[in-house]
Structure formats: C-alpha cells, structure tokens
C-alpha cells in the first residue's frame, strides 16, 4: 500500500490536518494496520516537499495548533494517475506462511511440517469466523465488509492451499512427476 497515495486520496476530500488524516485512514481502511501520527506527518512532509500538498489553515481550537493540508493541482493528477495504474499480479510468492513449510520440510522431514499446517489451518479457520462475523454486524460499513471480503478471498485460498499441501507431505509422491 502506498501511504502517501493513500493520504492524496483522503485530502481529496478536503483539506484535514493531521490526525483527521490518521482517523480518516483508520476508519476508511478498518482491517489495515493503523497508520502511525509520526508516519503520517512524516509522509505529508515529502507529499509538501514535493508540491502534492500546501498547508492550509492553522486551527488552535481546544488544543495545540494544527496545520491542515489541502492537495494542489499536482497532487490531483498524482493521484489520478496513481488511480488509473493497474496493479501487477505479485511476481513473488513471498509469505511467512511458505517459508515455515518449507524450513519446516527440510528441518523435519514432513513430520513437523504437517504438525504445524494444523494448527495454522485451525487458526486460519478461527479468523474466518471473525471476519464472517464481522461482516454480519449491523455496525459493519462498506468499508469494512468489502475489508472482510478482501481477507476472507486470501485465507480461503491459504486453506486451499494448506489442504494441498497437507496431502502432499501425507504422500510426498502425490502429483509430483519424475
């Protein structure tokens, strides 16, 4: 994910400082990891450096002053053309997951590995029903349901994947070819 991308899209709402950047972040994109304020001023800091953004209003309302950031023309069409690039399909398989078969393969000799498919499938299949659930609340918006779906895809082709895998270190002769 890019974060000063990101943070182009919610200013084109309108100006915001910096914490309703983070709070638009958090609410808009409820199943990311929360954006850090220091990541956030940090990236508005290059996003102004680099004319995508200018500092608007200073606001000292109830606390300290703050600084709200408005997009400019440039930032506009960054992000546009940042809205029109079609991502490429990973060209890595690079998870955690794998890695831990894989060690887990050539530690263990399929014993240890099948051991923890397991427990990892079990709780792949917890967080599951979390997001299912979640998906269910009345509480839920938009933004969150299509979050839920988009993480219920990839654990569902993880288990998928796990499935197969399990039955291949039960047999590890199964589909492979000489």
Avoid: C
């Avoid at 994910?1 to 200013?11: A, E, R």
């Avoid at 914490?19 to 199943?31: G, I, N, S, T």
């Avoid at 109830?62 to 546009?80: H, I, K, V, Y």
């Avoid at 288990?159 to 070819?177: E, F, Q, S, Y």
């Amino acid at each position: 994910m890019s974060t000063s991308h990101v943070l182009l899209g919610l200013l084109a709402e309108g100006p915001k400082h910096g914490y309703e950047l983070k709070r638009a972040h958090d609410a808009h994109m409820p199943r990311a990891k929360p954006l850090a304020f220091g990541q956030v001023y940090a990236t508005l800091g290059r996003l102004q450096r680099d004319g995508l953004v200018a500092e608007g209003d200073r606001d000292r309302e109830g606390g300290p002053e703050r600084t709200s950031f408005a997009l400019t023309a440039q930032g506009r069409e960054r992000l546009d053309a940042w809205l029109s690039e079609v991502e490429a399909p990973a060209p890595f398989v690079a998870s955690a997951l794998l890695a831990k078969v894989v060690v887990a393969l050539l530690a263990a000799d399929g014993r240890r590995a099948g051991v923890y498919l397991a427990a990892q499938r079990a709780a792949h299949q917890q967080r599951l029903r979390e997001l299912t659930a979640a998906k269910l609340d009345p509480e839920s918006g938009l933004g969150d349901v299509i979050a839920a779906d988009f993480a219920i895809s990839h654990l569902d082709a993880d288990l998928r994947w796990m499935d197969t895998t399990i039955a291949r270190v039960a047999d590890p002769n199964r589909g492979v070819r000489s």
